[in-house]
C-alpha cells in the first residue's frame, strides 16, 4: 500500500458543521495511510485542517464542546459588543476556541512544520463598507448554493468577491496562524471582518466549498459539510458529504450534543466510505 491514499486534502467551510470532518478524519487515518502533501482549508474547515495536521481532532471537538455548554443561547447580532475590540460576541467565542485549541508552541510548530497547508480567505467587494457588501455577498452565495447546488460558487465571484490563498505555515512561523484561522470563518454579519494583510477579510466559503491547492497533482480528497446535487467531475478528485443533513447549525454556539451527533456521523459516513473504497478506486 502506498504512504499516502491521498495527496491532497480540502476542507470545505460550514461553521460548526465542519465537526463531520472531524469524525470523518478520525476514523479515515487509523485505518488508510493518509499523509497528504498538501492541505486546503476554507472558512470553518480551516480549523478542522489545523486539527488534522496537529493530530487534535477528538481535543478539537472536546474544546468545542466545553466552551459551548456554557452557553443556553445565541447572542443576538444586534447586542452591543461589549470589550470594545470591535468583534462580535460569535466571534470572540470563536477566537476563544481557536486559541484553546491551537494557541500553544505545539500546535504552531506542527503547522509551520506540517505539510503545504493554505487557507482561503475573501476579500469583499467594498473595502469602505465589509461588513455590508459581505452581508450582501452572504445573500448571494445562499442564492447560488440553492439554485446551482454546486460546491464551486460562481455569483458571489460576479459581483466582486474575490479569494486569496494565504501561506498558513507561513502564518505559523510568523505568529499569525490564530488570525487567519479566525479571519477564514468571518461569516458577516454574525462576524465582523477583521484586516488581514491591511486589507479587510470575510469568509472565502462564499467563493468556493472546494479549492485546490497550489501546485496541484495527485489524488484529492474534498471533505464537504453538506449536500450539494451537482459534484463536479474532476479528474482524480473525490467529494465526499454527509449521508444526511448534519445535527449541528452553521452558527449555533449553543447545544454541544449536536456538536457530539454531527461528529459521529462523520465517523459513521467514514465507515461506510471505507467499505466502499475498492469500488471508488484500488488501493
Request: include cysteine; glycine fraction near 8%.
Amino acid at each position: 500500500m502506498a504512504d499516502t491514499v491521498f495527496d491532497q486534502l480540502i476542507f470545505s467551510g460550514g461553521g460548526t458543521r465542519c465537526m463531520w470532518q472531524g469524525g470523518f478524519m478520525e476514523v479515515l487515518r487509523h485505518e488508510i495511510p493518509i499523509n497528504p502533501a498538501r492541505v486546503t482549508g476554507v472558512s470553518g474547515g480551516a480549523c478542522s485542517a489545523c486539527g488534522f495536521i496537529t493530530h487534535r481532532g477528538t481535543f478539537v471537538r472536546d474544546v468545542f464542546i466545553e466552551k459551548f455548554e456554557k452557553y443556553d443561547r445565541n447572542v443576538p447580532l444586534h447586542e452591543p459588543f461589549d470589550d470594545g475590540d470591535g468583534y462580535s460576541p460569535h466571534q470572540r467565542i470563536y477566537r476563544e476556541v481557536i486559541t484553546a485549541c491551537f494557541g500553544d508552541p505545539e500546535a504552531i510548530e506542527a503547522i509551520a512544520k506540517g505539510p503545504q497547508f493554505e487557507v482561503l480567505i475573501a476579500r469583499p467587494p467594498d473595502r469602505t463598507w465589509p461588513k455590508l457588501s459581505g452581508a450582501a455577498m452572504t445573500l448571494l452565495y445562499e442564492a447560488d448554493s440553492t439554485v446551482r447546488s454546486n460546491p464551486h460558487l460562481t455569483w458571489p465571484q460576479a459581483a466582486g468577491l474575490k479569494g486569496e490563498m494565504v501561506d498558513a505555515r507561513a502564518a505559523a512561523r510568523d505568529g499569525h496562524v490564530l488570525d487567519l484561522i479566525c479571519a477564514a470563518a468571518t461569516i458577516p454579519p454574525a462576524f465582523e471582518p477583521p484586516l488581514w494583510d491591511g486589507k479587510p477579510a470575510v469568509d472565502a466559503g462564499m467563493v468556493d466549498q472546494a479549492p485546490l491547492p497550489s501546485g496541484n497533482s495527485g489524488r484529492s480528497l474534498v471533505l464537504l459539510t453538506k449536500a450539494f446535487n451537482h459534484i463536479p467531475e474532476e479528474d482524480g478528485v473525490i467529494f465526499v458529504q454527509p449521508s444526511e443533513e448534519v445535527p449541528a447549525d452553521k452558527i449555533d454556539f449553543t447545544d454541544p450534543q449536536k456538536l457530539r451527533d454531527t461528529w459521529a456521523l462523520g465517523e459513521e459516513d467514514a465507515r461506510n466510505f471505507l467499505r466502499n473504497i475498492g469500488d471508488i478506486f484500488e488501493v
